[in-house]
């Protein structure tokens, strides 16, 4: 017999159990975020097939990071990337939900562009027994998977929105899925092997998006469909411009859907689209055919910046997707549509109001003006029937001068009960038009190689450890027990990893690289610059002149350097080379990285390690900051860095960000700094047990920037007294 007690225990869990299962009044409450960051592109994903969440409509609402690229730039280009499943009226009842007493055409996306048109919504949502707690599943975190991954996708869809019955097809055929044996993850390899770097993996299935919620069916409709989504992203320099999504759609209904499309939603924002204050500025977008890209770029050469500040048309990037493999009889690209969002969206040259709508004009792309020769693909005469050759051809040019939607669509197919067919994509990134197809093509070459990945020698793993004006790069060997290994290259960056040097140069096809802070190569007669290919005469080989600061390892330590550092990840025994920096500044936060590379081959030329996106774990990038010795005796080692200061200093992180550091101070002083007329502008406080620097942000009692000019500071503290001068010039 149970006590009070337990009585009143169980009542409270009966009930607790009860509120939680009541609560759920939607599908997407099991909406997941998280984050792909494994190369220069980074993006927030959801498990409902949103691929970012920029959020035209209102920048408060949006989710960075939303396409940023280079990633950590701040500058971020997704308002929003999905995909799209249609088919045409007249389907079988036991293919769709809802109602549509008016017989119109379908369509259903995971979409979601905040209040504009139909989509303003997902109409996709995914399914619980794939869902952890709190973030999207992703291989890199084995904490973000469910508890227990289900053995096989479900053979259930749900009646309608306010139902959550599942209603299982039991003529359907079970598909298990696979798992990589050595990491559990489920990969999209032959025997479930992961592929990539970085993979996502969610399951997800058609309704009547969240608008309808609480409406009953009578203003919804939706194909039973479900969407197995995956996005896979690799690091390496052939491969750190993009990331390939891909989304299988399978019929779990009992009948046939005819004549169904699917498609890639590509809305991209080159950068003012979705700020605040600055409005819809031009933008360009294109389609080149040959690679099946949609891609587009800034019209003016002009932007602001979302850190602060202007940026030219070189400074922002060019996006796109490339279509690699389209559902459907031809697997190709059968429709593509340029549109303004403002251009008309109860027309056929609009941007599709409606689900009939988008179907028709959007993934189809029906009766549009801008398709001159009724291919259903938007062609390069501009909306004057004039042919275009401006900036960005040979490539399709269309909707200048706004905020633009392209969609990719495939040819009309049916779909069997149970039956998948597949759509493959890369949302890839340029620094120029060059660039671009570049690594679109590169894209296209992995896919087609099945997966089958080039790379550079290992990267090698860097511990760093910092004194007064010194910094010591410690790292392994194991890179230079590659076949190919030709030597390492040290680069260094004092914005925070976007750039990587003080000197840098365009390849051939635009893209951006670096002069390394220093290169050792290896004694092998392999030097100078390649010839081999052509388009990588520009990669220097070195010059067979490295000698190898190597010590092993012994007892934490490595001998014969002062002073001596503790190894964190190395054990004793180890074999580790050693890189001195002393031409830093004390205070600035630095960052390494080391890259090693290969000598190259006839069919592929040399490729080196790019940085890693998280230098706080054990890899080739690390931060740092070297520090000045903190005043024990007397003042006269106080320093103000930089002097004079400059607003264009390469230290600078950010337009916004101006700081003056004052260095070799002691535990505790009193700095007053004052203007050439003698007025006291900022008094500082140092009171700092384990640096001898204070960062000045440049800002008066007000809070207000200093105008350019000398100023005089005035330093006391328990060793002293000290005066000096520095000049600001912006």
Same mark, same amino acid.
């Given at each position: 017999?149970?006590?009070?007690?337990? =009585?009143?225990?169980? @009542?409270?869990?009966?009930?607790?159990?009860?509120?939680?299962?009541?609560?759920?009044?939607?599908?997407?409450?099991?909406?997941?975020?998280?984050?792909?960051?494994?190369?220069?592109?980074?993006?927030?994903?959801?498990?409902?097939?949103?691929?970012?969440?920029?959020?035209?409509?209102?920048?408060?609402?949006?989710?960075?990071?939303?396409?940023?690229?280079?990633?950590?730039? +701040?500058?971020?280009?997704?308002?929003?990337?999905?995909?799209?499943?249609?088919?045409?009226?007249? /389907?079988?009842?036991?293919?769709?939900?809802?109602?549509?007493?008016?017989?119109?055409?379908?369509?259903?996306?995971?979409?979601?562009?905040?209040?504009?048109?139909?989509?303003?919504?997902?109409?996709?949502?995914?399914?619980?027994?794939?869902?952890?707690?709190?973030?999207?599943?992703?291989?890199?975190?084995?904490?973000?998977?469910?508890?227990?991954?289900?053995?096989?996708?479900?053979?259930?869809?749900?009646?309608?929105?306010n139902d959550q019955t599942g209603v299982t097809n039991p003529v359907l055929p079970s598909v298990p899925i696979l798992?990589?044996?050595?990491?559990?993850?489920?990969?999209?390899?032959?025997?479930?092997?992961?592929?990539?770097?970085?993979?996502?993996?969610?399951?997800?299935?058609?309704?009547?998006? &969240?608008?309808?919620?609480?409406?009953?069916?009578?203003?919804?409709? *939706?194909?039973?469909?479900?969407?197995?989504?995956?996005?896979?992203?690799?690091?390496?320099? #052939?491969?750190?411009?993009?990331?390939?999504?891909?989304?299988?759609?399978?019929?779990?209904?009992?009948?046939?859907?005819?004549?169904?499309?699917?498609?890639?939603?590509?809305?991209?924002?080159?950068?003012?689209?979705?700020?605040?204050?600055?409005?819809?500025d031009a933008d360009r977008h294109y389609y080149d055919p040959q690679l099946q890209l949609a891609y587009g770029w800034?019209?003016?050469? @002009?932007?602001?910046?979302?850190?602060?500040?202007? #940026?030219?048309?070189?400074?922002?990037?060019?996006?796109?997707?490339?279509?690699?493999?389209?559902?459907?009889? &031809?697997?190709?690209?059968?429709?593509?549509?340029?549109?303004?969002?403002?251009?008309?969206?109860?027309?056929?040259?609009?941007?599709?109001?409606?689900?009939?709508?988008?179907?028709?004009?959007?993934?189809?792309?029906?009766?549009? /003006?801008?398709?001159?020769?009724?291919?259903?693909?938007?062609?390069?005469?501009?909306?004057?029937?004039?042919?275009?050759?401006?900036?960005?051809?040979?490539?399709?040019?269309?909707? $200048?001068?706004?905020?633009?939607?392209?969609?990719?669509?495939?040819?009309?197919?049916?779909? /069997?009960?149970?039956?998948?067919?597949?759509?493959?994509?890369?949302?890839?990134?340029?620094?120029?038009?060059?660039?671009?197809?570049?690594?679109?093509?590169?894209?296209?070459? #992995?896919?087609?190689?099945? *997966?089958?990945?080039?790379?550079?020698?290992?990267?090698?793993?860097?511990?760093?450890?910092?004194?007064?004006?010194?910094? &010591?790069?410690?790292?392994?060997?194991?890179?230079?027990?590659?076949?190919?290994?030709?030597?390492?290259? =040290?680069?260094?960056?004092?914005?925070? +990893?976007? &750039?990587?040097?003080?000197?840098?140069?365009?390849?051939?096809?635009?893209?951006?690289?670096?002069?390394?802070?220093?290169?050792?190569?290896?004694?092998?007669?392999?030097?100078?610059?390649?010839?081999?290919?052509?388009?990588?005469?520009?990669?220097?080989?070195?010059?067979?002149?490295?000698?190898?600061?190597?010590?092993?390892? /012994?007892?934490?330590?490595?001998? %014969?350097?002062?002073?001596?550092?503790?190894?964190?990840?190395?054990?004793?025994?180890?074999?580790?080379?050693?890189?001195?920096?002393?031409?830093?500044?004390?205070?600035?936060?630095?960052?390494?990285?080391?890259?090693?590379?290969?000598?190259? %081959?006839?069919?592929?030329?040399?490729?080196?390690?790019?940085?890693?996106?998280?230098?706080?774990?054990?890899?080739?990038?690390?931060?740092?900051?070297?520090?000045?010795?903190?005043?024990? $005796?007397?003042?006269?080692?106080?320093?103000?860095?930089?002097?004079?200061?400059?607003?264009?200093?390469?230290?600078?992180? +950010?337009?916004?960000?101006?700081?003056?550091?004052?260095?070799?101070?002691?535990?505790?002083?009193?700095?007053?700094?004052?203007?050439?007329?003698?007025?006291?502008?900022?008094?500082? #406080?140092?009171?700092?047990?384990?640096?001898?620097?204070?960062?000045?942000?440049?800002?008066?009692?007000?809070?207000?920037?200093?105008?350019?000019?000398?100023?005089?500071?005035?330093?006391?503290?328990?060793?002293?007294?000290?005066?000096?001068?520095?000049?600001?010039?912006?």
């Amino acid at each position: 017999m149970m006590s009070n007690k337990q =009585i009143i225990f169980t @009542f409270c869990l009966v009930s607790f159990l009860a509120g939680n299962l009541f609560a759920q009044t939607s599908p997407m409450d099991w909406k997941r975020w998280n984050v792909m960051n494994i190369n220069r592109v980074a993006t927030t994903f959801a498990n409902t097939g949103l691929l970012c969440d920029g959020n035209n409509q209102n920048y408060n609402l949006a989710r960075p990071p939303s396409f940023e690229y280079p990633q950590g730039s +701040g500058k971020q280009y997704g308002t929003c990337v999905g995909v799209v499943v249609g088919a045409p009226k007249d /389907q079988h009842p036991d293919v769709v939900g809802g109602v549509n007493p008016e017989n119109l055409d379908y369509l259903d996306g995971t979409m979601d562009e905040g209040p504009a048109d139909f989509w303003n919504e997902e109409h996709f949502a995914p399914y619980k027994e794939f869902v952890n707690p709190s973030v999207a599943s992703i291989s890199t975190d084995p904490e973000s998977w469910p508890q227990v991954w289900p053995a096989e996708l479900p053979n259930y869809y749900y009646f309608d929105i306010n139902d959550q019955t599942g209603v299982t097809n039991p003529v359907l055929p079970s598909v298990p899925i696979l798992f990589d044996s050595a990491t559990g993850w489920p990969g999209f390899g032959p025997a479930g092997e992961q592929l990539s770097d970085q993979e996502t993996f969610s399951v997800l299935y058609g309704w009547g998006g &969240t608008d309808q919620i609480g409406v009953g069916d009578a203003k919804t409709r *939706w194909l039973r469909t479900q969407l197995i989504m995956r996005g896979m992203a690799w690091q390496g320099s #052939l491969y750190e411009d993009f990331i390939v999504w891909i989304f299988i759609v399978r019929n779990i209904a009992s009948e046939p859907i005819t004549d169904m499309a699917m498609g890639i939603h590509a809305d991209f924002g080159f950068l003012p689209a979705f700020l605040p204050g600055i409005g819809y500025d031009a933008d360009r977008h294109y389609y080149d055919p040959q690679l099946q890209l949609a891609y587009g770029w800034d019209d003016n050469d @002009f932007e602001e910046n979302p850190n602060g500040g202007n #940026l030219s048309g070189e400074e922002v990037a060019w996006a796109g997707v490339v279509a690699l493999r389209m559902p459907g009889p &031809t697997k190709k690209v059968e429709a593509y549509d340029a549109t303004h969002f403002w251009e008309g969206q109860a027309s056929s040259r609009g941007s599709g109001g409606a689900p009939e709508m988008y179907f028709n004009w959007n993934l189809l792309n029906m009766d549009d /003006q801008h398709d001159s020769d009724g291919d259903h693909i938007d062609d390069d005469f501009n909306e004057n029937g004039i042919p275009d050759d401006e900036e960005g051809g040979p490539g399709y040019y269309v909707a $200048s001068g706004a905020d633009g939607l392209q969609v990719l669509g495939s040819g009309q197919f049916t779909l /069997q009960p149970g039956e998948m067919d597949t759509l493959i994509f890369a949302t890839v990134f340029g620094t120029s038009e060059a660039d671009l197809k570049t690594n679109a093509q590169r894209a296209i070459t #992995l896919y087609k190689s099945n *997966w089958k990945v080039v790379k550079a020698p290992p990267a090698p793993k860097v511990e760093v450890f910092s004194s007064d004006r010194k910094v &010591t790069l410690v790292w392994d060997t194991e890179s230079e027990a590659d076949p190919q290994f030709e030597g390492y290259k =040290i680069y260094r960056s004092s914005d925070g +990893g976007q &750039t990587w040097g003080t000197e840098s140069f365009n390849d051939f096809d635009g893209g951006i690289h670096y002069i390394p802070l220093a290169q050792y190569d290896k004694v092998n007669g392999v030097k100078g610059f390649y010839s081999t290919l052509p388009e990588y005469a520009w990669f220097d080989l070195g010059t067979d002149s490295w000698v190898p600061l190597r010590f092993e390892v /012994q007892a934490d330590t490595i001998k %014969n350097l002062t002073p001596t550092y503790r190894l964190q990840n190395f054990q004793d025994g180890d074999s580790v080379n050693v890189f001195i920096d002393r031409d830093i500044v004390n205070g600035l936060n630095y960052w390494y990285y080391i890259a090693a590379y290969d000598s190259g %081959n006839g069919i592929i030329g040399p490729l080196e390690n790019s940085s890693s996106s998280n230098p706080e774990e054990f890899n080739n990038t690390v931060t740092v900051r070297a520090e000045a010795p903190m005043a024990v $005796s007397n003042l006269q080692e106080v320093r103000v860095v930089p002097n004079p200061y400059k607003i264009s200093e390469i230290w600078e992180s +950010g337009f916004k960000e101006h700081t003056l550091q004052f260095t070799g101070l002691p535990e505790q002083a009193t700095i007053r700094i004052f203007n050439a007329g003698g007025e006291l502008i900022r008094t500082l #406080l140092h009171k700092n047990q384990s640096s001898g620097i204070e960062v000045w942000d440049m800002k008066n009692e007000f809070n207000q920037l200093i105008a350019p000019g000398v100023y005089f500071y005035y330093i006391k503290s328990d060793l002293g007294e000290k005066t000096g001068k520095f000049i600001v010039i912006l």
